[in-house]
């Protein structure tokens, strides 16, 4: 694919708006959004894609936690629908790891604002006993302490390119059919990594891709054969 990534402002038409008669979700964004950068577009989507993924078997994980707010907000939804399902919460809490050539804006350290305590604190004002953290650079440091777990659903909010990549290859293998994968950030200029990454992978066996337009790219595992990754680069 060409590097040319052109970027211009969508305005949609669309005046739908669900999020406003969700009290559930106002009372739960509103205790949230001073620890996210999401916005209550994003937001309202994983709200909504968490309950679809806990039909299916398995924990849900998010590698890119910043200030816990989107990982939160997953875990207030499952806790409402009565799941036993775990939220892993996944950083380094040191910042951004991995940029490299194919990341036009980030050069590693970014969004270093944050703390364990921060999230453990949010966590713990709405009460939720759902969530597990794990500190380090995943999967690398971290990932063998839930190697042995299914995944329904994985938010990979890492920024850039290689640590999507690798998100996405280790919790591949980890989800059921019908397991859903969300890029945040996807089309944003600032994230070209993540859009190109996605684009790379857009046709393919065992997978549909939705190219929301809002910054989320959603992808669906349709199939349990060889991952699509190494199919594409003949591995």
């Known amino acids: 694919m060409t590097d040319d990534l052109r970027y211009e402002s969508v305005l949609p038409n669309a005046t739908y708006a669900p999020w406003l008669a969700d009290a559930d979700f106002q009372a739960a964004f ?3 959004r001073d620890h996210t950068l999401v916005d209550h577009f994003r937001c309202y989507e994983l709200w909504q894609l968490v309950e679809q993924a806990l039909r299916l078997p398995g924990d849900m994980i998010e590698v890119g936690v910043w200030r816990g707010g989107t990982g939160c907000l997953m875990a207030r939804r499952a806790q409402l629908l009565g799941s036993p399902a775990k939220m892993v919460l996944c950083d380094t809490f040191a910042g951004v790891v991995k940029a490299g050539r194919k990341d036009g804006a980030y050069r590693g350290g970014e969004h270093a604002d944050t703390s364990l305590e921060t999230v453990r604190a949010l966590a713990g004002a709405m009460g939720l006993a759902n969530i597990e953290t794990l500190t380090g650079i995943f999967p690398e440091d971290t990932g063998d302490k839930v190697a042995d777990r299914t995944f329904s659903l994985c938010h990979i909010d890492v920024d850039v390119y290689q640590s999507g990549l690798d998100v996405l290859e280790w919790v591949w293998p980890r989800m059921p059919v019908g ?21 790379e992978r857009y046709v393919h066996d065992g997978a549909v891709t939705l190219h929301n337009l809002n910054g989320h790219a959603v992808v669906i595992k349709t199939a349990g054969a060889k991952p699509f990754w190494k199919r594409l680069l003949g591995r």
Do not use: E, S, W
């Open 179 to 199: 397991g859903i994968v969300i890029y945040d950030d996807y089309g944003f200029a600032t994230c070209d990594g993540i859009t190109r990454l996605v684009n």
């Open 30 to 32: 509103a205790q949230i």
